[in-house]
């Protein structure tokens, strides 16, 4: 057969093709790794799906994509598809940051659940969070609380996308960009606005613009960039304008701590941004608004005080001074964030941000009125799809409040976030208020919901309906007609099962256990919609919030529901689910047993009749009674013979307690006496001499720990920072006390009585300390120690202590500031010189400067490079020049290269390659450990060397070539 040379050329390329190699993969996912611990989650994830493409089913690897999805701008939709594939592999045993882990952490749960919530899946949401916190340990409570909040975002969610307001939005083109446009803030008359620009994904244009346009004849014109006319270092951002338009809030963005700037417009142009009062800037204050007049600024700060993370303040301008800071007080403010106020110009309504509240997930906008009293009512949730699962931060309100200017992404938009303008239409019957949405919230929720074991809960994809196979003698399944509706109501669907209380209201109630353990409360079957509709809006009356319309044809949870509810030894739990069914016809509405072989079709499933009552409900009662009668006499009589044996082995244990002690009492009284004189000694007398014993010093800090009796120490010094041991150099010791107000005092000795501390209190004041005087510790320690003492008494024999200090004056240091895989090249670092490379034994290259005598030093110069933009610096034993180069050289050559023998790796395959693939080269074939063929070539003395080289291999064709030490291949 003859081949094209289209053939020819596809057979030659695939036929020849290696698999990246496993350094290669490992070198994505490191540098990926790196990327998620700076927030960097574009670039990561360009990485993980390079490793994706090769490894689908590596669950490790989906997670990591999963999260970098939920971290975009515009891709969040497609974490699911990820995360569905990590959760099928986890593990409690994670090895986070490991290329070779294929499992994903437990975390996966949690941003499943997140994933799910954001596609507004708020019940497969509530699985998850249910799986995870059953993952979660008895000391985890803050990670517990967080998983709760996000539950109850959930069950709001639900009520307000079941009532959704009237949303328009119109996208103003001329002034969105392919890139984030955001915080747009607009002039009472909509003449000017002014808005932030930034890339949000990845790292191309790392600086935010503010930028100007004005509005002519109803149309905004083209933005004016007014970045530089602000003074702006790419660091600010647009916060708010007064309605005249004479003042611009902004914010900068140190996240060590976020402060308030104010610009005005004088003499045609604006001022330079000056921070805003110290009692708005105090601690961290990302946002801010003006009252009309002036003389009101509502600020969002995360000052110590408040009800928990950023709460909403104001300070009001009295006689030319600003009133000290007042809190907004619980009616707005929650344990969770509140940012971005903005007061309207008639100065009584307040929006604003909150992840608190009824929030349906992240930050929701809400807005809360002044009453009569000049307090504030209950926030209002601007409701969906206004607000959203996802973050909704920034919402600018005219006039009226329900129109506004807002930032968001949307599909159809010019790229990551554009500004639009939007209008609102609440329905005033479904306008609740936080207070209303908790209450509604609240009846939605599982009672004491809990998850015994993690276990896997995917169910099978059960879309066709034609035949459903039983599949499992504790399931069964009902074989339903193609295309055929059949409506039912779920009025619950919890972890527990329910108390009988909870459903009296209701009779035909149909109990399942799915197959994932939860338990789901199914009313009625329904040949079409209507008829279902019209008891659905009854049970909604009586207040089942939680009640969903469910298509049974779709819902294959209720076909795989376990119907033996076999709870081990203890039965009465499922006895009370069986009570609950239809009461009229058991046989007909309680889910068949598991045990039949019968299928069920269409035909066999009896449409329950709520209105109709059975006859012989009165007989039933009785039985029920009589049953119940009989299970709490048994149930008192096991009761009080428990109750009679605990008590008699109580009193054995008591018994055996009290001898023991009586023994162990006279052992410590005789031991007592036999060493009290050594014991005084410790604690009356200073040792002679700079020389203490560790014996010595772990006796004085056991028995200032320890102690419960009035003792005295004689107090040397207060000091609000830890080190200067010099200062201790007339004593043999001294006790450090880390205090719980955030100083350090010293004292020496113990003593028995005041009168004894006082005669060594001369002693110390002849040393030179002319301020020491004698303290009650036990009075000292109530007022300075909370119940951690133990670590935070501790006493120090100083000559070691002054001898380790000048050791560490003699070590050298320098300061790291990057590494890589790769070189980089000279000039790469700016801000610094002298900036060195090491190649290191694994590999990586290591970029640092400087060499400084002692720690203190070294520690001084990293804020020095972390303030010129090196923020991941950190300190590193100083290696020597003779195994580095100076990155600012000019000629390689001229400079001490690292010495070894080096090669350079040219391909890993999993199968041998021919010889004829590497034409042009002289390589050598090495079989890893990992079974791959690697072949390597050349053999040089220093790195400059091997670079040149390098440059040839690759310029072959072989692009993941790399230098290596030859040792590696040993």
């Known amino acids: 057969m003859k081949l094209s040379f289209t053939t020819l050329f596809f057979v030659i390329l695939f036929g020849y093709s290696f698999p990246q190699s496993f350094s290669t993969l490992k070198a994505y996912f490191d540098d990926a790794d790196y990327d998620i611990s700076q927030e960097d989650y574009s670039s990561a994830l360009n990485k993980f799906l390079r490793i994706y493409k090769v490894d689908t089913l590596n669950s490790n690897i989906n997670y990591e994509i999963g999260i970098c999805y939920l971290n975009s701008v515009e891709q969040k939709r497609k974490a699911v598809k990820h995360l569905e594939k990590a959760i099928k592999e986890v593990t409690p045993n994670y090895q986070n940051g490991t290329y070779t882990e294929r499992k994903a952490p437990y975390d996966a749960y949690l941003q499943m659940a997140n994933a799910y919530a954001l596609e507004n899946e708020f019940d497969k949401a509530l699985d998850y969070y249910n799986l995870y916190k059953a ?17 109850e975002s ?9 009532h959704p307001v009237t949303f328009e939005k119109t996208e103003i083109p001329d ?10 803030v607009v002039t009472s008359d909509e003449s000017q606005m002014f808005f932030t620009f930034e890339q949000l994904a990845g790292k191309s244009i790392g600086e935010k613009r503010i930028y100007h346009v004005v509005k002519s004849d109803g149309k905004w014109g083209q933005p004016i960039n007014y970045t530089d006319l602000l003074a702006s270092d790419g660091n600010l951002s647009t916060v708010f304008i007064t309605y005249d338009g004479k003042t611009l809030l902004l914010c900068d963005d140190d996240e060590s701590k976020i402060s308030m700037y104010e610009s005005k417009f004088e003499k045609k142009q604006w001022t330079v941004p000056k921070k805003l009062p110290r009692k708005i800037n105090s601690a961290s204050s990302p946002s801010a608004s003006m009252s009309k007049d002036g003389k009101t600024i509502y600020f969002s700060n995360n000052h110590k005080g408040g009800f928990g993370g950023f709460d909403l303040y104001k300070i009001v301008k009295k006689g030319g001074e600003w009133s000290e800071p007042v809190n907004l007080g619980p009616s707005v403010n929650t344990p969770f964030d509140e940012i971005c106020p903005v007061i309207l110009e008639e100065n009584k309504t307040l929006f604003f941000s909150s992840e608190g509240h009824s929030s349906m997930g992240g930050l929701d906008v809400f807005y809360s009125r002044l009453d009569a009293q000049g307090g504030w009512c209950a926030p209002v949730n601007m409701g969906y799809p206004f607000n959203t699962p996802d973050d909704n931060a920034f919402y600018w309100p005219l006039k009226d409040g329900f129109s506004g200017y807002i930032s968001l992404y949307d599909e159809s938009g010019q790229g990551e976030k554009d500004i639009y303008f939007v209008k609102v239409t609440p329905d005033k019957k479904f306008l609740f208020t936080v207070d209303e949405l908790a209450k509604l919230g609240i009846a939605t929720k599982d009672t004491a919901p809990k998850i015994l074991s993690v276990k896997d809960t995917s169910v099978k994809d059960f879309s066709t309906h034609d035949i459903l196979k039983k599949d499992s003698s504790e399931t069964t399944v009902y074989k339903i007609k193609k295309d055929t509706t059949l409506m039912t109501i779920m009025i619950k669907d919890t972890t527990r099962p329910l108390e009988s209380a909870y459903l009296k209201e209701i009779e035909g109630v149909k109990a399942l256990r799915s197959v994932n353990g939860f338990f789901r409360y199914y009313y009625g079957v329904y040949k079409n919609y209507d008829d279902a509709s019209k008891d659905f809006d009854k049970i909604l009356k009586i207040g089942f919030y939680s009640a969903q319309l469910i298509n049974i044809s779709e819902d294959s949870l209720y076909y795989l529901a376990k119907a033996d509810f076999n709870f ?8 009370q689910l069986l009570d609950l069914v239809d009461n009229t016809d058991t046989r007909n509405n309680r889910v068949k047993d598991n045990k039949s072989k019968n299928k069920i079709s269409l035909d066999d499933i009896t449409l329950p009749n709520p209105d109709t009552k059975a006859e012989n409900k009165e007989a039933i009662k009785k039985e029920k009674a009589e049953k119940k009668a009989k299970e709490k006499a048994e149930k008192e009589a096991r009761k009080k013979a428990e109750t009679e044996e605990k008590a008699r082995i109580k009193a054995e244990a ?36 700079r020389q203490v014993s560790a014996k010595y010093l772990n006796e004085i800090t056991e028995k200032l720990i320890n102690s419960d ?21 007339n004593i043999p010791y001294v006790t450090e006390h880390d205090c719980k107000d955030g100083k350090y005092r010293y004292s020496i000795g113990i003593y028995q009585s005041m009168e004894d501390a006082k005669k060594e209190l001369e002693k110390i004041k002849e040393a030179g300390y002319k301020d020491a005087y004698v303290v009650n510790f036990l009075k000292f320690k109530t007022k300075y120690f909370d119940t951690d003492i133990a670590n935070r008494v501790k006493t120090f024999d100083l000559k070691t202590e002054e001898e380790k200090a000048k050791a560490e004056e003699t070590k050298l240091y320098a300061i ?12 790469y670092f700016k801000g610094v010189s002298d900036v060195k490379e090491k190649l290191t034994r694994n590999g990586y290259y290591k970029y640092y400067y400087g060499k400084y005598a002692g720690y203190k030093a070294a520690k001084a110069e990293l804020e020095n490079a972390r303030n010129a ?6 300190i590193i034993k100083y290696t020597g020049e003779d195994v580095a180069k100076t990155l600012t050289s000019a000629d390689d050559n001229t400079t001490p290269e690292p010495h070894g023998t080096y090669t350079i790796q040219v391909a890993s395959s999993k199968k041998r390659a021919e010889a004829k693939y590497f034409k042009g080269l002289d390589v050598k074939e090495i079989e890893g450990k990992n079974g791959f063929y690697i072949y390597i070539t050349g053999d040089y003395n220093s790195v400059g060397s091997a670079r040149k080289d390098l440059k040839k291999v690759i310029g072959l064709g072989f692009k993941d070539a790399f230098i290596n030490r030859t040792e590696k291949y040993q």
Do not use: H, W
């Open 654 to 689: 008591e018994k055996a307690k009290a001898e023991s002690k009586k023994q162990k009492t006279e052992a410590k009284a005789k031991k007592s006496e036999k060493n009290a004189a050594a014991e005084n000694k410790t604690a009356d007398t200073l040792p002679a001499g």
């Open 175 to 184: 002034i969105n960009s392919v890139v984030s446009d955001y915080n747009p």
């Open 568 to 575: 081990g030894a203890d039965t009465s739990q499922a006895d």
């Open 709 to 729: 009796k009035e003792i005295f120490v004689i107090q040397i010094a207060t000091v609000a920072k830890a080190g200067n041991v010099s200062y201790f150099k």
């Open 154 to 162: 959930c069950y709001f969610a639900k009520i307000l996308v079941k």
């Open 816 to 827: 790291q500031i990057g590494s890589s895989i790769k070189p980089v090249n000279p000039g």
């Open 869 to 874: 933009g090196y923020k991941d610096a950190f």
């Open 135 to 151: 993952t979660l340990l008895p000391r985890e409570n803050a990670l517990k609380a967080k998983v709760e909040r996000k539950m």
